[in-house]
């Protein structure tokens, strides 16, 4: 039983890396481009090794200083993107049905 629980852990904490690691390039591919720093400066953590298990990925705060701007938009003009939501949104339901599947 504590065999299958640790393999159980470590295809969930692979799952979710994996998940982390498809969250960034999702961000980075809708990313706006015009000197390529919001799609260089995307990141990503994991706390994978504690009892709770999370993942994040995105920008970190005003770096580049533009990006909430262009994530959220502006009431002078720029567009929302919501690269960060969008790409939430698809990493969790593809994570859901990983972990539902099994």
């Known amino acids: 039983?504590?065999?299958?629980?640790n393999k159980s852990r470590q295809t969930l904490v692979l799952d979710m890396s994996n998940a982390r690691?498809?969250?960034?390039?999702?961000?980075?591919?809708?990313s706006r481009v015009d000197t390529g720093k919001m799609k260089s400066?995307?990141?990503g953590t994991g706390d994978l090794g504690t009892d709770i298990?999370?993942?994040s990925f995105g920008w970190e705060s005003f770096n580049p200083y533009?990006?909430?701007f262009q994530e959220f938009g502006t009431r002078?003009?720029?567009?929302p993107m919501m690269a960060v939501l969008d790409a939430f949104n698809q990493v969790t339901s593809e994570l859901q049905a990983r972990i539902g599947g099994r």
Do not use: F, N, Q, W
């Open 1 to 5: 039983m504590i065999d299958h629980l």
């Open 21 to 30: 690691r498809r969250g960034e390039g999702l961000v980075r591919a809708k």
């Open 41 to 43: 400066s995307v990141t």
């Open 53 to 55: 298990l999370k993942i």
């Open 66 to 68: 533009y990006a909430p």
């Open 76 to 79: 002078t003009g720029i567009t």
